[in-house]
C-alpha cells in the first residue's frame, strides 16, 4: 500500500485525478446515493445459496493487484471485506482503464456476480462500478499499518479503516450499554436527563470544567457528575431513576482516562447497599452474556468468572487477604 507520506506527490497526484474528473463533468461528489444489495461478511457466509447471482457493494478499496487486462481488489464494507475481480472484457476498454485509475482508499460502489476463483477465493466478479467518494489522502501502508497509540486514538476513523478490529469494540460498547438500559427499564427504573451545565461542581470530588453563561452572565461548570439532580428526583417521589450520559473532570490524561466519559448512575428508595450491590451483580453478568453468550471471559491473559454471586468483602478484608495487613488490629492512628 501507499505511505501517508503527502511530500511522495501522493497527494497531489489524487488531487489531479479528482480534478480531471470534474472537467469531464464525472465528479464523484455528484452522487448521492448508492445501491447496495449485500455486504461482504453475509456474502461468505452464505455464498452456497447466493453463487451466481448478481449483487451490488459499496465500500472502500482496500488494495488493488494486477495492471494488465486483470486486476484484483478488496473492498471493505461495514462487515468485512471481500475481493472483486475485474476483467476488461466484461467491463469494456473505457470503464476498467477508468477501474485502474481509482486508488486505494477511494469509495466506490460495484455491481458483479457472486462466485468462486480457481484458488477458491470468494470474489464478486465486476460488470460495473461507480466512484461514490475521492480518498485524496493514501491509507497507511499495509506492512507496518496504523500501529502508534496517539494517532489511533487522535484519528479514530483512520483507526477503523485499518484496523477493522477495533469496529468490534464499538459494537460491544453499544451492546452493553443497550443491556443496561433494557435491564434498569425492566426493573422499574425510570430513565432521566440531568443537566449538564451547573453553578457548582458537585457529586464527586474532581476539578470541573468551567465555562461562561453569556446570557445570564454566569460561571457554570461542565458536571462531575449527576448525582444530586438525581437525588431531588427521589425526594420528588421517583421511587428508582438512572441516567446513561457524559461527566467530565478536568484532570489528568492518558489511555485509560479520558476526561470525558460516559457513566451510568442510578438510585432506589427504600434498599441500601446491599441491595445497590445485587443491583449491580445482575447488571454486570447480564451485560456479559447479552453481548458474549457467556459470563466467563478472558481479560489481558486472566480468566474472569462474571457468574452470580460475585464475592463481598470490606475493604478491610481485601486489603488483610492481599497484603497481609490487619487494619482491624491497627490502634495506633501513626501507624495508620
Given at each position: 500500500?501507499?505511505?501517508?507520506?503527502?511530500?511522495?506527490?501522493?497527494?497531489?497526484?489524487?488531487?489531479?485525478?479528482?480534478?480531471?474528473?470534474?472537467?469531464?463533468?464525472?465528479?464523484?461528489?455528484?452522487?448521492?446515493?448508492?445501491?447496495?444489495?449485500?455486504?461482504?461478511?453475509?456474502?461468505?457466509?452464505?455464498?452456497?445459496?447466493?453463487?451466481?447471482?448478481?449483487?451490488?457493494?459499496?465500500?472502500?478499496?482496500?488494495?488493488?493487484?494486477?495492471?494488465?487486462?486483470?486486476?484484483?481488489?478488496?473492498?471493505?464494507?461495514?462487515?468485512?471485506?471481500?475481493?472483486?475481480?475485474?476483467?476488461?472484457?466484461?467491463?469494456?476498454?473505457?470503464?476498467?482503464?477508468?477501474?485502474?485509475?481509482?486508488?486505494?482508499?477511494?469509495?466506490?460502489?460495484?455491481?458483479?456476480?457472486?462466485?468462486?476463483?480457481?484458488?477458491?477465493?470468494?470474489?464478486?466478479?465486476?460488470?460495473?462500478?461507480?466512484?461514490?467518494?475521492?480518498?485524496?489522502?493514501?491509507?497507511?501502508?499495509?506492512?507496518?499499518?496504523?500501529?502508534?497509540?496517539?494517532?489511533?486514538?487522535?484519528?479514530?476513523?483512520?483507526?477503523?479503516?485499518?484496523?477493522?478490529?477495533?469496529?468490534?469494540?464499538?459494537?460491544?460498547?453499544?451492546?452493553?450499554?443497550?443491556?443496561?438500559?433494557?435491564?434498569?427499564?425492566?426493573?422499574?427504573?425510570?430513565?432521566?436527563?440531568?443537566?449538564?451545565?451547573?453553578?457548582?461542581?458537585?457529586g464527586a470530588a474532581?476539578?470541573?470544567?468551567t465555562t461562561h453563561?453569556?446570557?445570564?452572565?454566569?460561571?457554570?461548570?461542565?458536571?462531575?457528575?449527576?448525582?444530586?439532580?438525581?437525588?431531588?428526583?427521589?425526594?420528588?417521589?421517583?421511587?428508582?431513576?438512572?441516567?446513561?450520559?457524559?461527566?467530565?473532570?478536568?484532570?489528568?490524561?492518558?489511555?485509560?482516562?479520558?476526561?470525558?466519559?460516559?457513566?451510568?448512575?442510578?438510585?432506589?428508595?427504600?434498599?441500601?447497599?446491599?441491595?445497590?450491590?445485587?443491583?449491580?451483580?445482575?447488571?454486570?453478568?447480564?451485560?456479559?452474556?447479552?453481548?458474549?453468550?457467556?459470563?466467563?471471559?478472558?481479560?489481558?491473559?486472566?480468566?474472569?468468572?462474571?457468574?452470580?454471586?460475585?464475592?463481598?468483602?470490606?475493604?478491610?478484608?481485601?486489603v488483610k487477604e492481599?497484603?497481609?495487613?490487619?487494619?482491624?488490629?491497627?490502634?495506633?492512628?501513626?501507624?495508620?
Open positions: 500500500m501507499e505511505t501517508t507520506d503527502l511530500g511522495s506527490g501522493l497527494h497531489e497526484q489524487r488531487l489531479n485525478r479528482l480534478n480531471k474528473l470534474n472537467e469531464l463533468e464525472r465528479s464523484p461528489y455528484r452522487e448521492t446515493t448508492a445501491r447496495q444489495t449485500g455486504k461482504a461478511a453475509d456474502i461468505a457466509a452464505r455464498f452456497d445459496e447466493l453463487e451466481g447471482q448478481t449483487v451490488f457493494l459499496a465500500g472502500r478499496l482496500m488494495s488493488k493487484r494486477g495492471m494488465g487486462k486483470v486486476s484484483f481488489s478488496d473492498l471493505q464494507d461495514e462487515s468485512g471485506q471481500i475481493q472483486i475481480f475485474t476483467k476488461i472484457d466484461v467491463l469494456g476498454e473505457t470503464a476498467y482503464a477508468g477501474w485502474q485509475q481509482l486508488d486505494i482508499g477511494d469509495v466506490v460502489q460495484v455491481e458483479g456476480e457472486i462466485f468462486r476463483t480457481r484458488r477458491g477465493e470468494i470474489s464478486v466478479r465486476n460488470q460495473g462500478f461507480l466512484l461514490l467518494a475521492k480518498a485524496l489522502r493514501p491509507l497507511p501502508e499495509k506492512f507496518h499499518g496504523l500501529t502508534n497509540t496517539d494517532t489511533r486514538y487522535r484519528k479514530r476513523y483512520l483507526d477503523l479503516i485499518v484496523n477493522p478490529d477495533v469496529k468490534d469494540t464499538f459494537r460491544k460498547r453499544s451492546a452493553i450499554i443497550a443491556s443496561l438500559r433494557q435491564d434498569m427499564i425492566a426493573r422499574g427504573f425510570l430513565e432521566v436527563e440531568t443537566p449538564i451545565l451547573s453553578t457548582i461542581a458537585s474532581a476539578r470541573p470544567f453563561h453569556n446570557a445570564l452572565d454566569l460561571e457554570l461548570t461542565l458536571r462531575i457528575a449527576p448525582e444530586l439532580y438525581l437525588k431531588r428526583l427521589v425526594v420528588g417521589g421517583f421511587e428508582r431513576v438512572f441516567e446513561i450520559g457524559r461527566n467530565f473532570r478536568n484532570e489528568g490524561m492518558s489511555i485509560k482516562h479520558n476526561p470525558e466519559f460516559t457513566m451510568i448512575e442510578g438510585y432506589q428508595a427504600f434498599t441500601d447497599y446491599r441491595g445497590m450491590m445485587d443491583l449491580m451483580e445482575h447488571l454486570i453478568a447480564s451485560a456479559a452474556r447479552t453481548v458474549l453468550g457467556r459470563t466467563v471471559v478472558e481479560y489481558q491473559g486472566k480468566t474472569i468468572d462474571l457468574t452470580p454471586p460475585f464475592a463481598r468483602k470490606t475493604m478491610a478484608e481485601q492481599t497484603t497481609g495487613i490487619d487494619f482491624n488490629e491497627m490502634r495506633d492512628a501513626d501507624i495508620l
